[in-house]
């Protein structure tokens, strides 16, 4: 089996500040994915990323860039933090799209 | 855009049977039917994936309509530990790009 390591778990910023969230996958999988789980609510796509250097926009990536490096890390940078966007922000990884997708735990952003 | 539909809540007592409904009719004729759950401060996890019919594993049962466009999540003998919300997915197929899309999901309640 494999693990996917999100860091840090706790992320605090102030509002206006830049931040970014890390994800590692030691599945070997291909594709990488970051998602935004609002309080009570459903997961949404921000970014994905098929192979290393790819990046595709999900339904909210305005707001967020993110960097695929190396296959089995990729990171998301909140541009510009504000207090509506503190969320918990997933991130997983699959063979491919549509196969079975692996989560971590989440990271949660919070905004002073 | 394929989405999917389930009830926002439901409960049950320990040990019944729980069944959870999903709606996608718009399913593209390829792609499969996922489901998956999420208990608090956990990433969601796979419990099962189906295109057509019905399908068995160690921890749920999917059963999809002739039509596909109507699947059912079956767990046997419910315990306090299946308390999650639930998530039926779909892929959504638009131009070039494939996103699997997660609603809001279905919380089940389990009580002793």
């Known amino acids: 089996g494999g693990i996917i390591t999100q860091t840090p778990k706790f992320l605090i910023g102030q509002e206006g500040q830049k931040l970014t969230l890390k994800c590692q996958q030691n599945?070997?999988?291909?594709?990488m994915y970051w998602y935004r789980q609002d309080s009570g609510k459903g997961l949404r796509l921000i970014y994905y990323?098929?192979?290393?250097?790819?990046?595709q926009k999900g339904d909210l990536s305005e707001g967020y860039d993110a960097s695929r490096e190396k296959k089995s890390s990729f990171s998301l940078t909140v541009t510009s933090a504000q207090k509506n966007e503190m969320a918990v922000f997933l991130c997983?990884?699959?063979?491919?799209?549509?196969?079975?997708?692996?989560f971590g735990e989440g990271s949660r952003l919070i905004v002073v | 855009l394929a989405k999917t539909t389930q009830p926002p809540s439901m409960e049950a007592y320990e040990g019944q049977e729980v069944n959870v409904s999903c709606s996608h009719t718009?399913?593209?004729?390829?792609?499969?039917i996922y489901w998956y759950r999420q208990v608090p401060h956990q990433g969601p996890q796979f419990i099962i994936q189906?295109?057509?019919d019905y399908v068995v594993n160690e921890v749920a049962s999917l059963f999809i309509s002739a039509d596909r466009k109507l699947s059912t999540l079956s767990l046997p003998w419910v315990s306090l530990r299946d308390a999650a919300v639930y998530y039926c997915?779909?892929?959504?197929?638009?131009?070039?790009?494939?996103?699997?899309?997660f609603g809001l999901g279905t919380t089940l309640q389990v009580q002793p």
């Open positions: 997983a990884s699959s063979m491919g799209v549509g196969n079975t997708l692996y």
């Open positions: 997915i779909v892929t959504d197929i638009t131009g070039n790009t494939r996103k699997l899309i």
């Open positions: 189906g295109y057509k």
């Open positions: 990323s098929i192979t290393e250097n790819d990046l």
């Open positions: 599945f070997n999988h291909d594709t």
């Open positions: 718009n399913i593209a004729t390829s792609e499969y």
